[in-house]
């Protein structure tokens, strides 16, 4: 029996994030807080001992990913399908105008249902694009995937063999990550047996959510209204 592990790690904060404004596929790059986080992350990703370093081609996950890569002294691929989810016409709206212009979507949001009316992806959608690009990568004993907080969940979601309705988890903070081990059982068949849709053998669980270290990564103020933001699935 064998194991391996993966890491999904969130970009670092970008001015955006601190407007609450969604990004979903629009390409804003790092702010200064965003640097500092990646700079404050990759040793932590370094320590892991990764053998493989794989991000979303978008500027704010590329620009994080690339700091854990030179930590890491790996190189870097980049995979357009770990990119965020797309948000239809909320992209680059921020959340008080997405309430005003939107309410009844807004409203299935702060619910945290999926809202597929805003014209964007579907959880399903993200998840199996993200599950795809992951079943192609090549099986080694640590994998670092720099991604999105709605990409992740999707992807941790799929993996944990969970229904795509609620994320359960939750978002995952700036340069935060969720770690999973697998175990691979030879001469047992099927798609991830009684965890999630791993390879052939693989049974998935979530070792840890929302690692990170202190400090910087504190991505915005306290709000009155943190606990729905808790619940959101966006790229806000």
């Given at each position: 029996?064998?194991?391996?592990?993966?890491?999904l790690?969130?970009?670092?904060?970008?001015?955006?994030?601190a407007?609450r404004?969604?990004?979903?596929?629009l390409?804003?790059?790092l702010?200064?807080?965003?640097?500092?986080?990646?700079?404050?992350?990759?040793?932590?990703?370094?320590?892991?001992r990764?053998?493989?370093?794989?991000?979303?081609?978008?500027?704010?996950?590329?620009?994080?990913?690339?700091?854990?890569?030179?930590a890491?002294?790996?190189?870097?691929?980049?995979?357009?399908?770990?990119?965020?989810?797309?948000?239809?016409?909320?992209?680059?709206?921020?959340?008080?105008?997405?309430?005003?212009?939107?309410?009844?979507e807004?409203?299935?949001?702060?619910?945290g249902?999926?809202?597929?009316?805003?014209?964007g992806e579907?959880?399903?959608?993200?998840?199996?694009?993200?599950l795809?690009?992951?079943a192609?990568?090549?099986?080694?004993?640590v994998?670092?995937?720099?991604?999105?907080?709605a990409?992740a969940?999707?992807l941790c979601?799929?993996l944990?063999?969970?229904?795509?309705?609620?994320h359960?988890?939750?978002?995952l903070?700036?340069?935060h990550?969720?770690?999973?081990?697998?175990?691979?059982?030879d001469?047992?068949?099927?798609?991830g047996?009684?965890?999630?849709?791993?390879?052939?053998?693989?049974?998935?669980?979530?070792?840890?959510?929302?690692?990170?270290?202190?400090g910087?990564?504190?991505?915005?103020?306290?709000?009155?209204?943190a606990?729905?933001?808790?619940?959101?699935?966006?790229?806000?």
């Open positions: 029996m064998t194991s391996r592990r993966l890491l790690l969130r970009h670092g904060r970008t001015a955006w994030n407007e404004r969604y990004q979903g596929q390409n804003p790059p702010d200064d807080t965003g640097r500092m986080q990646a700079w404050d992350v990759a040793p932590l990703i370094a320590s892991t990764p053998d493989l370093i794989v991000s979303s081609d978008a500027e704010r996950a590329r620009q994080t990913a690339e700091v854990v890569a030179e890491c002294r790996l190189p870097l691929t980049l995979e357009p399908r770990l990119r965020e989810r797309s948000l239809g016409h909320w992209e680059g709206l921020t959340r008080d105008e997405v309430a005003e212009r939107y309410p009844d807004f409203a299935d949001w702060r619910a249902r999926d809202v597929s009316r805003r014209g579907s959880r399903d959608e993200v998840a199996a694009r993200a795809a690009a992951f192609e990568l090549p099986r080694v004993p994998t670092v995937l720099v991604t999105h907080s990409t969940m999707a979601t799929a944990l063999g969970m229904a795509q309705t609620v359960v988890l939750g978002p903070a700036n340069c990550w969720s770690e999973l081990i697998a175990e691979e059982h001469g047992e068949g099927g798609q047996g009684e965890g999630g849709e791993g390879g052939e053998g693989e049974v998935w669980r979530l070792r840890a959510h929302n690692l990170g270290s202190p910087v990564v504190l991505p915005l103020p306290v709000r009155l209204d606990e729905v933001d808790e619940q959101s699935d966006a790229d806000a």
